[in-house]
C-alpha cells in the first residue's frame, strides 16, 4: 500500500486548467478574443483585396493576365508530367511502345515500367535493413530487446523515486498507511531521536512500551502517525513535525508497527487500553515482529 496522499483532486486540477479554454484574467480572454476575430477580418479582407485586384487585371491589362494563364497551364503540366513519372504512368499515345510480342485470345499485355515509387520504397527497405542489421546485430551500437527493458526500468525506478521523493510529503494522519520496506529507515531514525524515552527495542522508558497492546493514544498505523507528529505537550512529548518531515515519520510509525509482540527484555508496565488491531495491521504486524525476532536471534547467534 502507498503512504502518499491522493493526487487526483490535483491532477483534476491539472486536466481542467490544460483542457479548458482561457487564463484567470477574464480582460486577457476579451483581448485573445477580439485579435482572433480581428486577424479573421483581416485575411478575409487580403483574399477580398486580391480577388479585386485579379479582375481589375484582366479587364485593364487582358495581355497579363493571358500571360498569367499561360505560365500557370504549363506550371500544371510539368506538375503533371512529374506525377505520372512517378507512378510510372505512360500515356495512351506511347502504348504502341510498350506493347509486348504476344497474345492470348486477342489479348495483349502492356510492359508498364515499375514505378518509381515502388523502387524507391523496395531499395529503401533494403537500406533500412542493412543499416539495422550494421548497427543492432554488428556493432553493437544499438541496444538489443533485453538491454533495452533493463534500461527502461532504471529510468521507470528513478522517475518513480523522484515522484515518491515530491510527493511524500503529502503523506498526514488522515492518509498514513503500513509499509513494512519502511521499517529499517524508520528504525534509524528511532534509533537517533526516540531511544531515550522509549529504550533501544521499544521497551519503555520514560515513555511507554510499544510492544504491547496497550496504548494511551491509540495502536493503529494512524495514530501513531498522530500522535508523533503532534506529540503530547502534556506528558513531556514533543511534536516531531517542526523536526521530522511526513515521510520520516511514516516511517517511524511503520517501524513502531514492526514492534509489536517482540517481547523486548525488562518491558515496561502496560499502560493505557488495550487496542485490538485491525486485520490487515495485526498481520503485518505479527509478520513483521516475527521477522524482527528472527533478526535478532540471527544476530544474537552471530555474537556467541
Same mark, same amino acid.
Given at each position: ?5 491522493? &493526487?487526483?483532486? #490535483? ?6 486548467? =490544460? ?8 480582460? =486577457? ?15 478575409? *479582407? ?12 484582366? @479587364? &485593364? ?58 523502387? /524507391?520504397? /523496395? ?51 488522515? *492518509? ?11 528504525? #534509524?531514525?528511532? =534509533?537517533?531521536?526516540?531511544? #531515550? ?9 520514560? !515513555? ?15 495514530? @501513531? ?9 502534556? $506528558? ?6 517542526? =523536526?521530522? *518531515? ?9 517501524? @513502531? ?10 518491558? $515496561?508496565?502496560?499502560? !493505557? ?18 521477522? *524482527?525476532? #528472527? ?6 547467534? $552471530?555474537?556467541?
Amino acid at each position: 500500500m502507498s503512504l502518499l496522499l491522493d &493526487t487526483a483532486p #490535483a491532477t483534476a486540477e491539472v486536466v481542467q486548467s =490544460t483542457i479548458g479554454f482561457g487564463t484567470d484574467n477574464l480582460y =486577457t480572454d476579451i483581448l485573445i478574443v477580439v485579435l482572433i476575430v480581428v486577424m479573421l477580418a483581416l485575411l478575409a *479582407s487580403a483574399l477580398m483585396v486580391n480577388r479585386a485586384m485579379k479582375s481589375i487585371i484582366k @479587364i &485593364t491589362m487582358p495581355e497579363l493576365a493571358k500571360e498569367e494563364k499561360l505560365k500557370k497551364a504549363a506550371n500544371k503540366g510539368w506538375m503533371k508530367r512529374s506525377w505520372n513519372k512517378i507512378m510510372g504512368i505512360r500515356p495512351i499515345s506511347e502504348e504502341k511502345d510498350i506493347v509486348i510480342d504476344h497474345e492470348y485470345d486477342g489479348i495483349r499485355e502492356l510492359d508498364n515500367p515499375i514505378p518509381i515509387w515502388f523502387n /524507391f520504397l /523496395f531499395y529503401g527497405t533494403i537500406f533500412f535493413g542493412l543499416v539495422y542489421l550494421f548497427v543492432y546485430q554488428v556493432s553493437g551500437i544499438g541496444m538489443n530487446q533485453d538491454q533495452e527493458y533493463e534500461h527502461e526500468m532504471v529510468v521507470a525506478e528513478k522517475e518513480r523515486q523522484a515522484y515518491l521523493t515530491a510527493s511524500a510529503s503529502n503523506v498526514d494522519e488522515s *492518509s498514513v498507511e503500513f509499509q513494512p520496506e519502511m521499517a529499517a529507515d524508520g528504525k #534509524a531514525i528511532f =534509533t537517533a531521536n526516540c531511544v #531515550a524515552c522509549h529504550g533501544g527495542s521499544g521497551e519503555g522508558g520514560i !515513555g511507554p512500551n510499544l510492544t504491547d497492546k496497550f496504548w494511551l493514544h491509540g495502536g493503529e498505523i494512524k495514530d @501513531i502517525f498522530k500522535t508523533i507528529k503532534y506529540g503530547v505537550p502534556d $506528558k513531556g512529548m514533543v511534536p516531531w513535525e517542526q =523536526t521530522l *518531515s511526513p515521510a520520516q515519520i511514516a516511517q517511524v510509525a511503520s517501524y @513502531i508497527i514492526t514492534l509489536r509482540d517482540t517481547h523486548p527484555a525488562n518491558p $515496561k508496565a502496560p499502560q !493505557g487500553e488495550e487496542v485490538t488491531y485491525g486485520a490487515g495491521q495485526a498481520a503485518s504486524g505479527e509478520k513483521a515482529a516475527d521477522e *524482527s525476532k #528472527a533478526d535478532q536471534a540471527e544476530t544474537e547467534k $552471530k555474537a556467541e
